[in-house]
């Protein structure tokens, strides 16, 4: 039976204000590092500074950040097999995710509008076909999961109510990620609605099949900008960017061909700031600038250069594997700050 203390305590608690972002400082952007030995995730001010660093079981890829909660899901470098659940306040793990038997993490999440649900890419060990993990918030229980569409997923977006997915099409081994299907394979980008039913699927023309698609970038009028990887003949460059409007097919937005040969068919990630999309390679050591067209506008050179995401006053935080953080825009890069770690693959923008 519920007593008058009990009652008055519910009360004072419904109170309470919710714990938010800004209890942590703000934090602008979360990024997976390594620090000697050490994995870490750190949450970055606008200027590049850490605010906190949370210690990962092994070595990570890119993190979701709760939209309202100062709350963070680190995911594993793919094929991965966990996902760390951390109170950014505390600085503790609080939910350490592994995928069913079976399956495998690849890299990348995303909440739900509402916070309520963690959406998690996965694949299928044997055969690596796609899944969408679906995950309560309340104590991260798994409560189903969704075909992604194709082979390979790798990022996600929320668009409104819908999931963007972009499924490299590679098949790998789950030990060794080697690729065994290049020749075959056929990625695709997936809209996938609140049901988890197919909404509309997009693919790349015959000749391209070989150009992963692997990370993806939203304008807030909901056109989707992704970025690709070339499995094909290194010589032959192609275009790695691409816009997708769902509704209609998607538009590849070449290069010129020296420019387009020195990002040496990897980009590694990508953001969309107003007029402007960033793609990075760190294997070509460079990052282009893209308009909202798709006309190139400028190739900024930065050994290891990966990590991108949009700053809020415009332009874009890049991070690279020296342990540099940037500002970047077509004019060129400005270093912000300089660590003695190594930055992983992604920045993810908070907000």
Not at 144 to 172: F, Q, Y
Request: net charge negative; charged share 20%.
């Amino acid at each position: 039976m519920a007593t008058r203390r009990g009652f008055l305590a519910g009360l004072a608690a419904l109170a309470l204000p919710c714990p938010s972002w800004a209890d942590v400082g703000a934090p602008a952007f979360l990024a997976a590092a390594k620090a000697g030995e050490d994995y870490l995730l750190h949450g970055l001010n606008e200027t590049g500074d850490s605010l906190f660093s949370l210690s990962l079981p092994a070595r990570g890829h890119a993190a979701a950040a709760h939209p309202s909660r100062p709350l963070a899901v680190a995911f594993a470098r793919r094929p991965g097999t966990y996902a760390v659940v951390i109170d950014c306040r505390t600085g503790t793990e609080t939910a350490r995710l592994t995928p069913p038997e079976g399956r495998q993490f690849n890299g990348h999440g995303v909440f739900s509008a509402d916070g309520a649900t963690l959406y998690t890419s996965e694949v299928i060990a044997d055969g690596s076909e796609g899944r969408i993990g679906l995950w309560e918030t309340s104590s991260f229980r798994r409560i189903g999961e969704w075909a992604s569409g194709g082979i390979g997923p790798h990022d996600m977006k929320r668009l409104g109510d819908r999931l963007v997915v972009a499924n490299g099409g590679i098949a790998t081994d789950p030990k060794d990620r080697s690729k065994l299907n290049i020749d075959s394979m056929r990625p695709n980008l997936s809209l996938i609605g609140p049901d988890g039913g197919l909404v509309e699927q997009a693919e790349l023309e015959t000749g391209l099949h070989q150009n992963s698609i692997r990370h993806l970038a939203l304008d807030p009028a909901g056109e989707v900008a992704f970025a690709m990887q070339w499995e094909g003949d290194a010589a032959n460059p192609v275009p790695l960017l691409g816009l997708w409007t769902p509704g209609a097919p998607p538009v590849l937005c070449p290069a010129p061909e020296a420019e387009a040969l020195r990002m040496k068919g990897y980009a590694g990630s990508i953001a969309w700031s107003g007029d402007e999309i960033a793609l990075t390679s760190p294997k070509g050591g460079v990052a282009m600038i893209f308009a909202s067209t798709g006309a190139h506008l400028a190739t900024v050179e930065r050994p290891d250069i990966c990590g991108v995401a949009v700053l809020a006053g415009g332009g874009f935080l890049a991070s690279d594997g020296a342990g540099g953080l940037s500002g970047l825009s077509s004019k060129g890069l400005v270093r912000l700050s300089q660590q003695a770690l190594s930055w992983d693959n992604h920045l993810v923008a908070l907000g």
